[in-house]
């Protein structure tokens, strides 16, 4: 291992520590601020008595200062106990688990599906500028990026689930069963919709970039010169131009990471999808603090993973940045 | 001059900076007058439910149908995008604020600078969803949690490029030649920062306001936003999904679409805006 990727995954593990610790006391201070009260969300309007009140506010420390809630909910954080759900009773790391694992699918699937998709339309609209591929193309791009992802859901649903009946309407696994009976057939047919829409949204930022990267390196004098030299067509951009642009177009993937969690918010609101974001919906609704809280850690690793990667391909696979490095050395 | 040349002169004889500022004008009328209908209509007419019609399909009388309990979806409709777009302005306007001071309080010295960064950052590594789940949950919910969470988590964009115009307009000459005059650093703002950032500023606050718009119909589909009985978009879609599988199509396709067409107006609007002030494009 060399200086320099010692000195890389350092100065990530430091920004890492300390973005997770402002994570973690901004958004338990947020949650501190809002008027949820922790015994009354517990109890759900049921009567008791003043003492035994008194007795969950102790249990639960109500009256505590700040800094001492702070500090309770860093320490056991750092434990990796993350509390107890309030909705479902059991461990926060078990729901965030279980539910994560199905969103990860969902998130994974629209992820490779849209980078494909959105490279793939990109260069062919890059390739014919002007034409009418391009304009539909960024046509497109334009609405659905203009579209809120829950209509483009929802119009999916009436497509293919009420007018076509292809598919099941809502809940993952059917009325009736449990979830662990439904077969993986089942399981896949609830999945495909979701991952559709959310494959068919992130399909827009991707293929805007690759188009116009594609359109400014064909412009340039070594294509120019390639031109001259009697490459043209499709030979031409996977020989010259392709290598230039699919690195910069990977790298933006993985920066979209967040745009991708927000986005299965959404979709699995929108087709009852089992997976995080409508746990942190529901959690957030029913003022499950602790699972809330749990979610945006989780998130927020989320993402830095995503622009952690984005960084990795960047320095460490970028040829003209290694390069660089050979340079710098001699 | 060519055939396709004249053609392309051919529309009412305007340059393009005319034609630019024609069709922003045209948007902005639209808008405005959309924003306007909402106090000429009789909200309690519309609201109120008229079980003779119920669940129409659209027609000329309904033009977005009506909905199970009778009400045209169509005014409906009308008074979601103003809801929307009042919405819209009045997080522009507190995201503005926070970018503007930001922005600003990064040029004092290094370290407040590094803190501004550092908060930036903060904002930037929650989904934006999920943030302003937390902050409209912070400000206790309902109309007010939406109108803070909306506005205090979108000035990131903003905030970054004017952080970063006015560090390089701090380093030009001038500026520096103006500070060796003996200037004070409020007479440099406003004399020789503030005219160049005033262009990036208004840009950034008509584009703003799609995200705005968007986050809002977003946040109160998942239920956090407005009270269930504003008929506001995100609440009319959320509704809508109970009534889908009935076939009521037109429940959801028509208040999303026109959410759409306000979204790509202000995009519009904002583009244009944006040719016109750049002086780069302006004099094509």
């Known amino acids: 291992m060399n200086n320099r990727t010692k000195t890389f995954i350092r100065n990530k593990a430091i920004h890492f520590i300390l973005l997770m610790l402002a994570v973690a006391i901004f958004s338990f201070v947020l949650l501190e601020l809002s008027p949820i009260d922790p015994v009354n ?41 993350l509390g107890t759900s309030l909705i479902y009773r059991v461990p926060v790391v078990d729901v965030i688990v279980e539910r994560f694992m199905a969103s990860f699918v969902l998130m994974f699937f629209s992820w490779i599906i849209s980078g494909f998709l959105g490279f793939g339309l990109g260069i062919v609209a890059g390739k014919n500028k002007g034409g009418w591929i391009d304009k539909l193309v960024k046509l497109y791009c334009y609405i659905l990026q203009s579209a809120p992802s829950f209509w483009i859901g929802l119009l999916i649903l009436i497509i293919f689930s009420v007018e076509l009946g292809w598919f ?21 047919a609830r999945l495909v919709l979701p991952t559709l829409t959310l494959s068919l949204v992130g399909v827009a930022p991707i293929a805007m970039y690759t188009r116009n990267e594609l359109v400014n390196v064909l412009s340039s004098d070594y294509i120019l010169f390639a031109r001259a030299r009697g490459e043209s067509g499709w030979p031409l951009i996977e020989r010259q131009a392709l290598r230039n642009i699919l690195l910069p177009a990977l790298t933006l993937q993985f920066q979209n990471f967040a745009e991708l969690f927000g986005g299965a918010v959404l979709v699995e609101q929108v087709f009852s999808y089992p997976g995080i974001g409508q746990t942190a919906v529901a959690a957030g609704l029913q ?27 960047y320095f460490f696979v970028d040829p003209r940045i290694r390069e660089n490095e050979y340079l710098d050395k001699n | ?73 169509f005014m409906r409709t009308l008074l979601g995008l103003g809801i929307s777009i009042g919405v819209g302005a009045f997080a522009s306007v507190i995201s503005t604020v926070v970018a503007i001071l ?137 509704e809508s999904m109970k009534y889908l599988s009935m076939g009521y199509w037109w429940l959801a396709f028509y208040p999303g679409l026109s959410l759409l067409l306000l979204v790509l107006l202000f995009d519009l609007i904002g583009e244009n805006v944006h040719r016109l002030l750049d002086p780069q494009s302006a004099q094509e």
């Open chain 1, 41 to 81: 969300a517990y109890l759900k309007q049921a009567v008791i008595s003043p003492e035994q009140r008194i007795m969950l506010e102790q249990y639960w420390g109500v009256n505590q200062p700040l800094t001492t809630k702070i500090w309770g909910w860093l320490s056991n954080l750092l434990q990796g106990n």
């Open chain 1, 287 to 313: 003022s499950d603090v602790t699972l809330l809280l749990g979610i945006v850690l989780v998130s927020a690793v989320f993402v830095f993973v995503g622009n952690l990667l984005a960084d990795v391909m």
């Open chain 2, 1 to 73: 001059m060519t055939k396709t040349e004249e053609n392309k002169q051919g529309f009412l004889n305007l340059n393009l900076r005319t034609k630019t500022l024609l069709v922003t004008v045209i948007a902005l009328i639209i808008l405005v007058s959309v924003f306007l209908s909402n106090f000429l209509i009789d909200h309690q007419a519309v609201l109120t439910s008229n079980f003779y019609n119920i669940n129409q399909a659209p027609s000329f009388e309904h033009l977005f149908g009506t909905d199970w309990m009778g009400r045209d979806m």
């Open chain 1, 168 to 188: 099941p309407i809502g809940m993952s696994v059917a009325i009736g069963t449990v979830s662990s009976d439904a077969t993986i057939w089942q399981w896949l």
């Open chain 2, 102 to 238: 930001l922005g600003v309080f990064s040029s004092v010295n290094t370290l407040v600078d590094e803190v501004v960064t550092a908060i930036i950052d903060l904002f930037g590594s929650i989904p934006h969803i999920l943030l302003i789940i937390l902050v409209s949950l912070a400000f206790g919910g309902g109309y007010y949690g939406v109108i803070m969470a909306v506005g205090l988590t979108h000035w990131t964009p903003l905030a970054r490029v004017l952080r970063a115009e006015i560090k390089k307009i701090n380093t030009s000459e001038y500026i520096k030649l103006s500070n060796e005059f003996g200037k004070s650093k409020l007479w440099i703002a406003k004399k020789h920062i503030f005219p160049l950032i005033i262009s990036q500023i208004i840009v950034g606050v008509i584009l703003m306001f799609p995200h705005a718009i968007m986050h809002e119909a977003s946040i109160s589909f998942l239920g956090f936003g407005l009270p269930a009985h504003e008929p506001a978009i995100g609440i009319i879609l959320a």
